[in-house]
């Protein structure tokens, strides 16, 4: 069990990483998106994994998962949304303005020659 | 007058030119001239106890903890720096107000100009070394403004580049030296660190602070081989010149090695360092001095030259050379300052500095030419004029002082040094006021308004008055010594006189002052030798330093940072693997703690469908659409997890927040082209790939690594689940954490989401403002649009659901304290029931049934979180801390009442307001206010087929059939 949810976080961050490398602002966002899970599920798992053992206090029952990741990642969860769409806005407003959704710079020639003075 | 107000003084001051240089030039000179003397008469009233031998102290707590405290000593050298700082500042801004020319911003002058003096003030006060190093550093600043206060110059501009880069790098090795000498002493107060002498020279890291100290202190000072900036400082307007060159920048170097003399002075390296410096900077800059054309260049290289001169006599570590040092400072102050004056006279009169233009001023500007006359014969060391004194206490000095075991080394090269200083002077007064009138002046010259020959006259007479009666300056110089010796050496006994006899030092004063005039007899011969010979150009040589430095600093950082995102992303994975390589390489792995967990089949069937749709993403990425549905699938895959795993609260979380970035995600890509073009080559992607797969195997063996192993200590979590319930009246923890425990960080991180939610709003409406509007609204869909724009079926149910999904809201937000929910979770849900009825029934409709702007109610979120917090100090309680009680009310069962619920209720409203404003500032830009929209449901989107066919007319149908 342990072994696929590592694999799993492994396998989003190889495919965020990838997709973040890419050429343009969408699937750089999809790539985000998904190292955002991989991050998540990972400060989660650093809680260990438990089953059937909700953080909700019942008479009687001693084990419980550990909360503070689960309320850790509820926030990071959220803040993620306000931040994909900044990050969303960001690329439609360079996109429209400029009819180019590429994230790299356009290749340029060596024109900053700042001199000494 | 207190310490700290003395400090203050000047800073608080330098608001005042600003403010009055509306007010006109005299206004604002006068507010300068007040502000100073303010201060120099507050540090008058100190006298009394610095005189009885008292150090006046003041302290304040700043950063106990490192040792930083705000601790000022007043003592008697200290007292005699500030009187100097001070006094001739008073001068200086008297001078200053007469020089500057209107179009000068003299507001902005005066508030540099007393910045640098209360930065100087500060250093000469500070007990604290490490306060010391502040009042440094701010000196380097303040000075580079002054410097550089002629913008327009480029000379300007450079000189005060270069004395802030040669400085402040000074500074930088000073900072390790101070905290090396801190760490020895075991404090960084100089009252401390004066009483452990034994200790800091015994020490092993005494080499290392002395030396890194002295760079500090030579820099400063302009001693070889760092003596080059001083005269580039020059470019500087000539009351900045006379300021920092006479009295304060140039000698904070010196202050230095008075202050810490008595630790740091009396060891071989002391000696071996700083009197080689000093010597050879007093020569160097004496011969230097001879050959500059231009008047200020001359006192520049001057100024080294008797900067070196201090510094040697304080090299040579006895109580003599201390005494003679200090006297010299007081002496070369004055004279200097005055010629620095007399300099900028000329500059302003005659409208040049360059010696070879000049001469026969002295009928023309009579005044000028006594007074430079005066200052520059003490310079020279003629008899009745203070220099002289000074000079020959150096001269005897230097008579007993045996450096690498050659015994008229040191007296040679003084006398050497003071020959070629005898000589400039000389020439100073010679080229430039003596000889026949010319007619070639670049202006008429004349004596200027008494504004201006006033202050140095001050300066001159007493240069006269100790000259003739040096009786008078003994008890203070003695007691300045005193401060500095410290009861490390006696003082000695000696007294200032004018007549000591036939002693040797008389001689090499006379060898001096003949040869002097002999050398200019012979001057021009010189020049042509001197200009002939090949020398080392600073100037050139530093600038060469620089560029070295910053090409280097250009090609790695455009190397690195040319602008392409994709570069950085893979700089930075590579970076991160192999720092984490590195780390897990080298550090100790443990064995496994935990037994792995069986997986059940359920498992295994989740695992496939993430790993199957993360696969597809990448595979399929460049369509876009097909894209956002994979990625669907993950989040969806990730909440089972969490259901799975014990989480609800975040699987419903995580399913909510994918539902909104989904939709966000379609909003975008409205705009967006629908597909990824294929750009990389198979060598870039095979790059990224590997990359990518690196980054994934090291995140899935450090997550495999600590899932197997227990923590370390013990999870603070065993506190949260034993006090949800007692302290927090709580039973889902998580809920609790959020509200409760930790309610700090999500008051924290709701300010931040809607700060994001505003950033949003704020560039959409840049963009609608800018060229981008027209482009949108001329924009022509990319794609074929649906034949109605509001679905009925879709109108019905969002409608019919919208209720349901409100009172869900409702009971997920109020059992959020004992069952999964709670404010972050409703505030999603309720979200969703409204960016439903703008998806299903339109903008127009939606927004015009809208009550309340979503920027409000994500600020009443953030007040109701806020004053939840606060009103927990009406009871004396600290801020958010949480209440609850249990009530009943008849018909109903027992409820319980929390202030968290009214905090959670905050949560709630910042997310709605948030998420909203997001989603709704997207779907703006789609809007066309023009555009016919209609309330309908089933109504046809008459924008659909462009352009809209015309109704044909019917008598011209038949004949264009035809």
Request: glycine share 10%; with cysteine; aromatic share 10%.
């Amino acid at each position: 069990m342990e072994l696929l949810v590592a694999t799993a976080i492994g396998i989003m961050t190889a495919a965020g990483l990838y997709l973040v490398m890419r050429l343009r602002s969408f699937p750089v966002i999809l790539g985000i998106a998904l190292l955002t899970y991989a991050v998540n599920v990972f400060l989660f798992a650093s809680g260990r994994l438990s089953v059937g053992a909700p953080p909700i206090l019942r008479d009687g029952v001693e084990v419980y998962a550990d909360p503070l990741p689960q309320a850790l990642v509820l926030t990071a969860i959220v803040i993620s949304f306000g931040m994909t769409a900044v990050v969303v806005m960001i690329a439609l407003g360079a996109y429209l303005g400029s009819s180019d959704d590429s994230v790299n710079d356009a290749e340029t020639d060596e024109d900053e020659t700042e001199g000494a003075t | 007058m207190s310490l700290f107000l003395l400090v203050a003084l000047p800073f608080l001051g330098a608001l005042l030119p600003g403010l009055m240089n509306s007010a006109g030039r005299q206004a604002c000179a006068g507010v300068t001239f007040t502000v100073t003397l303010a201060a120099f008469i507050g540090l008058l009233t100190n006298l009394p106890a610095v005189w009885a031998g008292e150090v006046v102290t003041a302290r304040a707590l700043w950063l106990p903890e490192l040792g930083l405290n705000f601790t000022l000593m007043l003592d008697g050298l200290g007292f005699f720096f500030a009187f100097l700082i001070l006094g001739i500042g008073l001068l200086i801004i008297a001078y200053g107000r007469a020089y500057l020319s209107r179009d000068d911003n003299m507001g902005e002058f005066f508030t540099y100009l007393l910045l640098f003096q209360g930065a100087m003030v500060g250093i000469v006060m500070s007990d604290n070394i490490l306060l010391l190093l502040v009042f440094w550093e701010l000196t380097s600043l303040s000075s580079f403004l002054l410097i550089g206060y002629w913008k327009h110059l480029p000379e300007g501009r450079q000189g005060a580049r270069m004395a802030l880069t040669v400085t402040g790098m000074g500074g930088l090795a000073m900072i390790g030296g101070m905290l090396i000498l801190g760490q020895i002493a075991g404090s960084y107060d100089l009252s401390v660190i004066l009483q452990n002498r034994e200790l800091i020279q015994e020490s092993p890291l005494y080499l290392p602070a002395l030396i890194l100290i002295l760079l500090g202190c030579f820099t400063k000072s302009a001693q070889f081989p760092f003596h080059f900036w001083l005269p580039h400082a020059m470019a500087a307007p000539t009351p900045v010149s006379a300021y920092l060159h006479s009295a304060t920048m140039v000698k904070a170097g010196i202050f230095l090695m008075a202050r810490l003399w008595p630790v740091l002075s009396g060891t071989p390296e002391w000696f071996m360092i700083v009197t080689t410096a000093g010597l050879i900077t007093m020569v160097l800059g004496a011969v230097i001095a001879l050959f500059k054309h231009d008047l200020k260049a001359l006192l520049a290289f001057s100024t080294v030259s008797h900067l070196g001169l201090i510094t040697m006599l304080l090299g040579t570590g006895t109580a003599f050379g201390v005494l003679a040092a200090m006297f010299h400072i007081l002496n070369h102050a004055m004279f200097k300052a005055a010629l620095f004056m007399s300099a900028g006279i000329v500059d302003h009169e005659a409208k040049t500095r360059d010696i070879r233009l000049l001469g026969g001023l002295r009928k023309l500007m009579p005044i000028t030419f006594v007074i430079a006359t005066l200052a520059a014969l003490s310079m020279a060391g003629i008899p009745f004029l203070n220099g002289f004194l000074s000079k020959e206490m150096m001269l005897k000095e230097a008579d007993y002082t045996v450096l690498y075991g050659t015994p008229w080394l040191v007296a040679g090269l003084a006398t050497l040094g003071s020959l070629f200083s005898a000589a400039y002077c000389f020439r100073f007064i010679s080229h430039t006021f003596l000889g026949e009138v010319r007619d070639d002046y670049p202006a008429k010259p004349h004596d200027p308004p008494s504004g201006m020959w006033l202050p140095p006259a001050i300066l001159v007479s007493l240069v006269v008055i100790i000259g003739c009666a040096p009786f008078l300056a003994e008890p203070t110089i003695y007691k300045v010594t005193e401060a500095v010796l410290a009861g490390v050496k006696e003082t000695p006994d000696y007294h200032f006189k004018l007549w000591h006899g036939l002693v040797p030092a008389l001689f090499m004063s006379m060898i001096a002052v003949v040869g002097g005039f002999l050398l200019l007899m012979v001057f021009k011969p010189l020049l042509k030798t001197w200009e002939n010979t090949p020398r080392p150009e600073a100037k050139v040589i530093f600038e060469a330093l620089i560029e070295a430095i910053a090409s280097l600093a250009r090609t790695t950082t455009h190397g690195l940072h040319n602008g392409a995102f994709s570069r950085y992303g893979a700089v930075f994975s590579v970076a991160v693997i192999g720092a984490s390589y590195y780390a897990w390489t080298t550090g100790t792995l443990s064995s496994p703690t935990r037994k792995m967990q069986t997986a059940e089949p359920v498992m295994w069937a989740g695992w496939l469908m993430l790993v199957a749709a993360t696969g597809a993403l990448v595979f399929f990425h460049r369509n876009r659409l097909l894209a956002l549905v994979l990625i669907g699938i993950v989040g969806l895959m990730v909440s089972v997890g969490f259901v799975f795993f014990s989480a609800p609260d975040l699987a419903m979380t995580q399913l909510t927040v994918e539902v909104v970035t989904i939709i966000l995600l379609l909003l975008a890509l409205n705009f967006l082209p629908n597909r990824t073009p294929k750009e990389s080559s198979v060598l870039l992607r095979t790059r990224d790939g590997i990359i990518a797969v690196a980054g994934g195997l090291a995140a899935t063996a450090m997550a495999y690594h600590f899932l197997l192993r227990d923590a370390v200590a013990t999870p603070i979590s065993e506190f949260h689940l034993a006090n949800s319930y007692k302290g927090g009246g709580g039973t889902n923890v998580v809920n609790v954490i959020l509200v409760d425990f930790r309610g700090f960080d999500t008051f924290g991180e709701i300010i931040v989401l809607g700060i994001a939610a505003l950033l949003i709003y704020a560039l959409t409406e840049t963009l609608l403002n800018s060229s981008v509007r027209a482009k949108l609204l001329n924009r022509k869909p990319d794609q074929p649009r649906a034949g109605d724009m509001h679905p009925t079926m879709m109108v019905v149910l969002t409608r019919v659901m919208m209720p349901v999904v409100l009172l869900v809201g409702f009971y997920i937000f109020l059992r959020g304290h004992n069952e999964p929910g709670g404010g972050f979770i409703s505030g999603l849900v309720v979200s969703i029931a409204v960016v439903m009825q703008y998806m299903a029934s339109g903008f127009n409709w939606t927004t015009s049934r809208l009550r309340y702007p979503y920027h409000g109610v994500i600020g009443a979120g953030v007040l109701i979180a806020g004053l939840t917090g606060i009103g927990s100090w009406f009871v004396a309680k600290p801020f958010l801390t949480s209440d609850f009680t249990y009530v009943r009310i008849p018909p109903f069962q027992e409820f319980e009442l929390a202030t968290a619920a009214l905090f959670d209720l905050g949560v709630f409203l910042a997310v709605v307001g948030a998420v909203m404003l997001s989603l709704e500032s997207f779907s703006r830009l789609a809007y066309r206010p023009g555009a016919e929209q209609s309330d309908h449901p089933m109504d046809i989107d008459p924008s659909r087929d462009d352009p809209p066919p015309l109704p044909p007319k019917a008598g011209r149908v038949s004949t264009e059939g035809a």
